[in-house]
């Protein structure tokens, strides 16, 4: 009884932070196949969140409140996803052209 609320509470939370976590979103749509591309761009979105991440320790390092452990794990949780789509991204567009190029079969060649 206990593993059944647990694992529907847990569906229920993925849904939530997929619906509505602004980063989950976004991931979401670079998942399809025109948003493929921007991948590696997003990159540097992630970059982003890694330095946010290194600035609240070095705040709290300098004494600030320990609550910004929070927004570090926040941060560096949003950063690695970023970081790691980037690659993971030019193997599913890369796997999509393959499939397109099967399904189609070669361009034809242009005509002169």
């Known amino acids: 009884m206990l593993l059944n609320r647990l694992w529907n509470a847990s569906i229920h939370t993925r849904i939530f932070l997929r619906r509505w976590m602004p ?17 590696m761009p997003a990159m540097l979105l992630g970059v982003v969140y890694i ?11 300098q004494g600030w409140s320990e609550w910004l452990y929070i ?15 980037g690659p993971w991204s030019v193997v599913l567009l ?16 242009a005509r002169t």
């Open 23 to 39: 980063t989950n979103i976004l991931l979401d749509r670079l998942r399809t196949r025109t948003g493929l591309k921007w991948g």
């Open 51 to 61: 330095l946010i991440a290194a600035t609240c320790t070095g705040l709290i390092e």
């Open 71 to 85: 927004a570090f794990f926040w941060a560096l949780w949003n950063g690695l996803k970023f970081l790691l789509f």
């Open 94 to 109: 890369v796997r999509e052209r393959l499939r397109e190029r099967r399904v189609h079969g070669p361009a034809s060649p």
